[in-house]
Structures are given as structure tokens and as C-alpha cells.
């Protein structure tokens, strides 16, 4: 009943920039929290961004300073625009939001993934 759709992956060059989306739909009360998560091969899953439904946010310290989360309510889309790329950016990009269904149920949903490459 809820899905999570990702998309601005692809691939760029070093002090390049990418904009991911991800919107969600189906059977929403609310949306508490959004975020967005990386994981390169060999490397555990890190937080990159998120943002909190009271407008606050917290990111990375590898990503401050470049990477800006931001929110349409109204979509109950999240975004993420990647400045200033590095090589070490490369990896599958997971959109997720804590949420609430209208069936009263409260759970985490995941995006498909995109992949962003950095690459001279």
C-alpha cells in the first residue's frame, strides 16, 4: 500500500552534481521522518541525511557542506542535492521514510535504490 520511488541517480563527474527524488504514495496518515542512506561495495549502510517532519536535520559529517535534504510536504517527497561530488560519493542511494499508514500503522519504507557514480 506504500511505495517509494527514487530517481536523479546516474553518472557524473568529480565536483559535479546530482539531484535525487523520492516520492511516496498509497495509504499515508503522516510522514514522520525522511532520509536518505548510502552503501558502497565493501562499506556498511551510513546515514547521509535526514530530516526530521518538525523541520530539523542532521547530516554526515563527510557530506556537510555539500549535500542539502530538503522536503514538499505536500508531495510527500524528499529530496537530495549532491554539490561538489567526490569519488567516494559513489554508491546505491536508499531514500527512506518513517511513516504512518492510514490504517494506523507505523513502519519504515525503503526505496529502490539508486545508483550515483562519481567518475573522472
Known amino acids: 500500500q506504500v511505495q517509494l520511488v527514487e530517481s536523479g541517480g546516474g553518472l557524473v563527474q568529480p565536483g559535479g552534481s546530482l539531484r535525487l527524488s523520492c516520492a511516496a504514495s498509497?495509504?499515508?496518515?503522516?510522514?514522520?521522518?525522511m532520509g536518505w542512506y548510502r552503501q558502497a561495495p565493501g562499506k556498511q549502510r551510513e546515514l547521509v541525511a535526514g530530516?526530521?517532519?518538525?523541520?530539523?536535520?542532521k547530516y554526515a559529517d563527510s557530506v556537510k557542506g555539500r549535500f542539502t535534504i530538503s522536503r514538499d510536504s505536500a508531495k510527500n517527497t524528499v529530496f537530495l542535492q549532491m554539490n561538489s561530488l567526490k569519488l567516494e560519493d559513489t554508491a546505491v542511494y536508499y531514500c527512506?521514510?518513517?511513516?504512518?499508514?492510514?490504517?494506523?500503522?507505523?513502519?519504515?519504507?525503503w526505496g529502490q535504490g539508486t545508483q550515483v557514480t562519481v567518475s573522472s
Open positions: 530530516i526530521l517532519s518538525g523541520g530539523s536535520t
Open positions: 498509497g495509504s499515508i496518515f503522516s510522514i514522520n521522518a
Open positions: 527512506t521514510f518513517t511513516l504512518t499508514t492510514r490504517g494506523g500503522l507505523e513502519a519504515d519504507y
